[in-house]
């Protein structure tokens, strides 16, 4: 095709198209209605907006008066001169009226015209609603397809729901549908070739375990889960559309598809389609391989093209993961791909039946053209436009081309809202096409220009202005990127790991002081919590005389240590990253088969580890640098810092990398040499962390790994003299012990001796009335139970305001019925064993006395019957006074707690002797305001889980029983490693003294 000749004809269609439409917008941005002015009011106020948008998003929670006038007040007052006179009314009313008649009224008025605003987008909410607005579109000659909203799917019972509603609405379209006529035709096909009745499904909601780690079984389950649904379309000579949801599920999505034609049952069942998404960088290749595939399979496919709805969502967790951003992040790309995929599934329009889903003018005319340039046959494509949204293109659409279909969502107002959330998103992104062309009435050149050339012009913008940003400047610490399971490299490499450290079980490790290997009689047996018939290593146990070679060692290398400078002990931190790094699936797969963490909680582990060497180096350069004090002539005063001397660094199993880096690459990188002592349990991944230090080339005595029986030990190593401090992390009741004895002065001890201990916790996360369940229970489902309780940072208590209790608990049960409890080196399980027997028969202890304090409402009995498994319990009616309440469990026992209003939450969350973490999950401004000031906690995350903190984003650590000393992974964490000086120079020589360049004063 003749590319520029195909542009000029796009233009001029769309010139066209756009004087046919001429007068017309969308309901959206019509000024005229209340819609409307509130539309235009959050485009140009992007407070106001972020403000509208998360009011939507709660207003279905908002079951009372009282609770609806709170919510307007607390949204909506903080900045009036900011409101459209069509809601600083209601505001006003709320604040000012609060119960009173007309503030009733106004509140009334602001929730009917929001919920009119989501039922715009909605054809209704049940069946007989939408039945009724579907008839109507029809006379209108527009076909559709169906979607149902819904809820978070957080558990096995709430998928099958979700099957069961679409085989429901299918009998339902089928009965209404023997009354319709075929569009355009009258007989039984619309426009003469396509079924009557047309339904699209989100996959993933089938599944409530749908995950890309667990990529066979969860394909496998939604396949089997969509199968009696294309059985009954198939019987109606009906149309299914598989939709594509967030990237996390695109790989899944796919293969599910291939697998579904590819059964004998629907290989020749023409009507099942799938949908790719323009914005993804991946939908190219995508795009070819299932071209190719149909092809070399000569099976018929049908796809839905569009340019996707998450853009925001993948950006944000993209950068929060830091992992590569899937979606173009300049628009006009995202248009650009779109004509281009558009093109290549016309070119396969024999095999490919293509349904063009926009609302941008440039791209329906470029599909136009592009049709008519290929000679496809109109059968073999149609048009397909959101309903509620455009609709004047909709209407010149029809004009056109007849064969427009409208996606036509229906259901319940609460997951209604998140879809109108997502759908004002698009309407008011400043790139929007419907925005510029219908209310900011850009330039129809510009609206109409080959978006290959805008997005060049773009990026040319960006990769100046980059440029300019980066002159000069050192990159900042990043943390390592989270484990991408979306990636099958990844997700292969964690089995092929796994099978290479299987390979070097058994072996015997010994100690390593001043670089040297030494062997001891004494040796403890590690082994595999899931299969404690597998060993994983024998250990040599250090004695007092091994002890006391290591701190001779350590005190011989401590000066010339010491000495180095800053720069130079951090690179050594830079090198030991960089080794871990590239042996990341490795060192996973040693926490996997020692500890039984799952994959990603161990690729964690092993990511803090990286994220503590790469930002204590940082830290340590930055604080390494003297500090002029004060600003007086005459003298010169500077602050600086040397390491303390020798560091006991006694770790947990739990984190039994990350925490045992953090601790001693803090010691190393300010100056100190480290005897380091790992958790029985965990001591060959101990192990692991030595020869990260030995690759990174640490001078020998500077580290050495010491494990040791506690009782043979602990109390020498914590009360030896030549010892200067001590950094813990494990029990409150070891770590009070070791403060007792370090307080106590021994014989030729030269300092006070720095504890630095981290103690655990006993967290709570408050579900307030108006909680975002379907975000709520996930995160409570990770942080209760993922690695199975055992992070100090756990939620073992969840206190809930009575007036959302049933609907929260109802749902938290069945979510936690729903999830797989077995070995974690298995992706498909989410919940492993507890680390050993004695930590087994303890949590079953208290899931006795959970019988005998409050009401059971679950208790996962079926586990596997080897390996150190406890049962999975959730237990209600607990309030402050019950042990349940107040003594830290470390594993998977959740207690509920209900409470008649914050006030009583906060009491009770605060109600322990701990203070680690908490979280609340909560969408009034000012509730999230109170818990800010008044829970309690070194740690409080606001609607989100209250585990995985990540290094200086999160820097981690509590107070009261929970801890003493400054957070890991912050700014000041590496002052408790040193002791600062100060030097004081008097610069004057005879009344002269040299002018400083920062000296500002004047006579």
């Not at 796919?254 to 049952?265: F, G, Q, S, T």
């Not at 229970?777 to 009575?802: M, N, P, W």
């Not at 309030?879 to 009491?907: C, Y």
Request: net charge neutral; hydrophobic share 40%; charged share 25%.
């Amino acid at each position: 095709m003749d590319k520029a000749n195909l542009n000029a004809k796009i233009k001029e269609r769309g010139k066209e198209f756009f004087t046919s439409i001429r007068g017309e917008a969308p309901s959206v941005f019509n000024k005229s209605w209340w819609t409307g002015k509130v539309m235009d009011w959050a485009m140009q106020n992007e407070n106001f907006k972020v403000q509208l948008f998360r009011f939507v998003d709660v207003l279905p929670y908002l079951d009372t008066t009282e609770s609806l006038t709170r919510h307007i007040e607390e949204y909506f007052t903080g900045d009036e001169h900011d409101l459209p006179a069509v809601l600083k009314w209601g505001a006003k009313g709320a604040a000012g009226f609060g119960k009173g008649l007309a503030g009733k009224l106004l509140a009334k008025t602001i929730r009917s015209n929001l919920e009119s605003m989501a039922k715009q987008f909605i054809i209704g909410e049940n069946t007989k609603q939408a039945i009724k607005t579907l008839n109507k579109l029809r006379k209108d000659n527009f076909a559709f397809t169906v979607d149902i909203l819904g809820e978070a799917t957080v558990s096995e019972e709430e998928g099958f729901q979700y099957q069961q509603s679409y085989l429901d609405l299918l009998d339902a379209l089928a009965k209404e549908a023997k009354k319709w006529k075929g569009l355009f035709t009258g007989d039984d096909l619309d426009w003469g070739y396509a079924p009557k009745i047309n339904a699209s499904i989100k996959p993933s909601a089938l599944y409530s375990q749908a995950k890309p780690v667990d990529f066979e079984n969860t394909v496998e389950t939604i396949a089997e889960r969509l199968k009696p649904i294309i059985r009954k379309i198939k019987e109606l000579n009906g149309h299914l559309c598989i939709d594509m949801e967030q990237y996390a599920f695109k790989d899944i999505t796919l293969e599910v598809y291939r697998r579904l034609k590819m059964d004998p049952e629907f290989r020749d069942f023409n009507e099942l389609a799938i949908v790719l998404q323009a914005y993804l960088k991946d939908t190219d290749r995508d795009l070819d391989e299932l071209l190719s595939w149909a092809r070399a399979e000569k099976i018929n496919i049908a796809i839905r093209l569009v340019k996707g709805a998450y853009w925001d969502y993948e950006t944000v967790i993209a950068k929060q993961k830091g992992q590569e951003i899937p979606v173009y992040t300049i628009k006009a790309e995202s248009d650009a791909a779109f004509e281009r995929q558009a093109q290549k599934i016309l070119e396969n329009h024999d095999i490919c039946y293509f349904a063009c889903g926009s609302h941008n003018i440039r791209t329906i005319s470029a599909v136009l053209e592009t049709a008519l340039e290929l000679g496809v046959p109109e059968n073999r494509y149609e048009f397909q436009v959101l309903y509620g949204m455009a609709e004047p293109v909709r209407k010149g659409l029809l004009n056109v081309a007849k064969r427009v279909r409208l996606y036509a969502p229906y259901g319940d107002l609460i997951p209604g809202m998140a879809y109108l959330v997502r759908r004002l998103l698009e309407n008011t992104a400043n790139e929007s096409f419907l925005r510029q062309s219908f209310a900011e009435g850009a330039e129809l050149d510009r609206l109409l220009e080959d978006p290959v050339i805008l997005a060049e012009e773009e990026k040319q913008k960006r990769k100046q202005k980059l440029k300019k940003a980066q002159e000069g400047k050192i990159p900042p610490f990043e943390n390592h990127p989270f484990v991408d399971f979306t990636k099958k490299f990844e997700r292969d490499a964690f089995p092929r790991a796994i099978k290479e450290v299987r390979e070097q079980l058994g072996k015997t490790y010994p100690l390593i002081i001043n670089g040297e290997e030494v062997l001891t009689e004494d040796k403890l047996t590690s082994v595999n919590p899931a299969n404690p018939d597998e060993v994983i290593g024998h250990i040599c146990q250090a004695s007092v005389k091994e002890i006391d070679q290591a701190i001779s060692a350590a005190r011989d290398a401590f000066p010339a240590w010491r000495d180095l400078s800053p720069e130079e002990r951090a690179k050594y931190l830079f090198k030991a990253a960089d080794y871990a790094r590239k042996n990341i699936y490795h060192l996973s797969a040693w926490q996997i088969l020692e500890v039984g963490k799952q994959w990603d909680q161990a690729h964690a582990d092993v990511s803090e580890a990286i994220d503590f060497l790469e930002y204590y180096a940082r830290e340590m350069i930055r604080l390494g640098n003297p500090r002029k004090m004060g600003r007086a002539p005459g003298e010169l005063n500077h602050l600086f810092y040397q390491p303390k001397g020798i560091a006991a660094v006694i770790a947990p199993w739990n984190f039994p990398l990350a925490i045992s880096c953090g601790m001693t690459s803090a010691a190393l990188v300010a100056g100190n040499c480290v005897l380091y002592k790992p958790a029985g349990t965990s001591a060959v991944v101990g192990y692991t962390l030595a020869k990260i230090y030995e690759a990174a080339g640490i001078p020998k005595g500077v580290f050495n790994y010491v494990p040791g029986r506690g009782s043979v030990i602990g109390d020498y190593l914590v009360e030896h003299p030549d010892i200067s401090l001590i950094a813990f992390t494990g029990s409150m009741e070891v770590g009070l012990r070791i403060i007792e004895k370090a307080a106590k002065v021994q014989t030729g001890q030269e300092q006070v001796k720095k504890v630095i201990a981290e103690m655990g916790g006993k967290n709570a996360i408050i579900i307030d009335d108006d909680a975002d369940l379907d975000e709520a229970i996930i995160h409570i489902i990770y942080s209760a139970f993922g690695f199975q309780g055992q992070k100090c940072s756990a939620c073992s208590r969840v206190i809930v305001l009575e007036s959302i209790y049933d609907r929260f608990v109802k749902r938290l049960v069945a979510a936690a019925k729903s999830i797989a409890i077995g070995p974690a080196e298995d992706p498909h399980y989410y919940m492993g064993p507890v680390i050993d027997a004695n930590a087994q028969k303890k949590i079953s202890e208290y899931v006795e006395l959970a019988k005998k304090e409050g009401n059971i409402l679950l208790i996962r009995d079926d586990i596997p019957e080897k390996g150190y498994y406890v049962p999975l319990t959730i237990v209600e009616n607990i309030t402050p006074e019950h042990r349940l309440a107040q003594e830290e469990i470390f594993g998977p026992v959740l207690a509920i707690m209900k409470v008649k209003n914050l006030d009583q939450a906060i009491e009770w969350a605060n109600s322990t002797r701990f203070a680690l973490t908490g979280g609340i999950f909560s969408r009034s401004p000012r509730h999230l305001e109170r818990a800010r000031k008044e829970f309690r906690v070194g740690n409080l995350y606001l609607n989100r889980g209250i585990t995985g903190a990540l290094v200086e984003r999160q820097p981690f650590g509590g107070f009261k029983m929970s801890g003493v000393g400054s957070k890991a992974g912050g700014p000041d964490y590496l002052l408790q490693f040193m002791d600062p000086r100060c030097v004081t120079e008097n610069t004057m020589r005879r009344g002269f003294a040299p002018i400083e360049e920062d000296d500002d004063w004047i006579e």
